[in-house]
C-alpha cells in the first residue's frame, strides 16, 4: 500500500470537478459535494485496516469552490483506499467507484469500509451498445449470485460476474436478447435483523435495495474478492463478454433511497457528510420525507 504513496507525494489545491476519486497523470484528485460540512478530512488507508495512515485537512479558503471541497494529491496511485473524515466520523465517498471491506457474502465487514481510487484501465476495444429495439426485446432478470451459487450451475467461479458468462450458451439457447440485473452495486447484506423462525437462523438481505454506494460493484460478486477492484473490473468484463454474444445488459439500480436506512440507521456516508443536501427532510421536525418506504428520500 505505501508503495501507492510516492516519494513526490504533494498536497494541493485541486479540482472541483469531476465529482469523486480521479486518478490521473501524476496523482489523484479528489472531489466532495459537502455544503453544510465546516470542515473536511481526506484519510488514506493501509489495505484492511480500519484506521488512516495519513490525514490531509482541507482548508476551506483553498480547497472549497461552491460546495464542493477538493484537493490533489500528487504521487498517489490508482488502488489506494481512503474515506472523508466529517465531525469525526470516517465516511464513505458518494461518488466513490470501489468499496473496501466487504469481500466475504454474509459476513460482517472485516474493517471499517473504506472507499477504493479506481483507474479506468479497462480495455473495451470496440465493444458499445447493441441498440436491439425494445419490441424484439426478451429480457430475463436474475440475481448474480443466486443464479450461479448452487453446486448444480457448474461454473468455475459460482455467485459472481465472471459465473453469469459461464452461462451464456444457456441464456443463448433460451432465445433472450438480454438480461436485467438486480442489484449489483455494494450494499450490507447482513443489515437484516431477522432470523429464520423455525431455526433462529440469520436472515441475509439477498436483494441488494440498500446501497451502501451507487457507482461501486459489490466486492463480494468478484472471483478475486482479496482485491477490491476486481469486482470493477470483472463487471466491465462480464459486460464485454455479453455484448460479444449478443446480449444486452440492464441493470436495475436504486437510485431513490440508500441503506442508511431511518435516524436509527447506520451512518456510512451521506448522512455523514451532509443530511440536510442528501436527504430530503421535513423543514419543522428535520425528520427523514420516507417517500420510498425504506427509511429515507433521496435529494434528486
Request: aromatic share 10%; proline share 7%.
Amino acid at each position: 500500500m505505501l508503495a501507492m504513496i510516492g516519494q513526490d507525494a504533494e498536497f494541493v489545491r485541486g479540482s472541483p470537478l469531476p465529482l469523486g476519486a480521479t486518478s490521473v497523470r501524476g496523482g489523484v484528485n479528489f472531489s466532495l459535494v459537502a455544503q453544510e460540512p465546516t470542515a473536511v478530512t481526506l484519510a488514506i488507508f493501509l489495505s484492511g485496516s480500519s484506521q488512516p495512515v495519513l490525514e490531509f485537512p482541507l482548508d476551506p479558503k483553498f480547497h472549497k469552490t461552491g460546495d464542493v471541497w477538493h484537493c490533489f494529491l500528487a504521487g498517489l496511485d490508482p488502488g489506494v483506499q481512503y474515506a472523508y473524515r466529517i465531525n469525526n466520523e470516517l465516511l464513505l465517498d458518494p461518488y466513490g467507484k470501489a468499496v473496501a471491506g466487504r469481500p466475504v457474502w454474509g459476513r460482517d465487514a472485516e474493517a471499517r469500509l473504506r472507499s477504493v481510487v479506481v483507474e479506468d484501465r479497462f480495455a473495451w476495444k470496440h465493444d458499445q451498445p447493441l441498440g436491439i429495439p425494445l419490441a424484439d426485446s426478451v429480457i430475463y432478470e436474475l440475481h448474480v449470485r443466486g443464479f450461479t451459487r448452487a453446486g448444480s450451475s457448474r461454473v468455475a467461479a459460482p455467485g459472481t460476474f465472471l459465473g453469469l458468462c459461464e452461462k451464456i450458451p444457456y441464456l443463448k439457447g433460451l432465445g433472450i436478447t438480454a438480461v436485467e440485473l438486480l442489484p449489483v452495486t455494494e450494499f450490507n447484506e447482513t443489515e437484516n435483523p431477522r432470523r429464520n423462525p423455525a431455526t433462529g437462523e440469520r436472515l441475509l438481505d439477498y436483494w441488494g435495495y440498500n446501497p451502501l454506494s451507487f457507482f461501486s460493484p459489490k466486492q463480494s460478486y468478484s472471483a478475486a474478492t482479496a482485491d477490491p477492484l476486481a469486482a470493477v473490473d470483472e463487471f466491465k468484463a462480464m459486460v464485454q463478454t455479453f455484448h460479444a454474444a449478443g446480449i444486452e445488459v440492464i441493470l436495475d439500480v436504486v437510485f431513490n433511497h440508500t441503506g442508511e436506512a431511518d435516524r436509527n440507521g447506520r451512518t456510512v456516508s451521506w448522512r455523514g457528510i451532509d443530511d440536510a443536501t442528501y436527504y430530503l427532510t421535513d423543514p419543522v421536525t428535520g425528520m427523514y420525507l420516507d417517500f420510498s418506504g425504506c427509511g429515507n428520500t433521496l435529494n434528486c
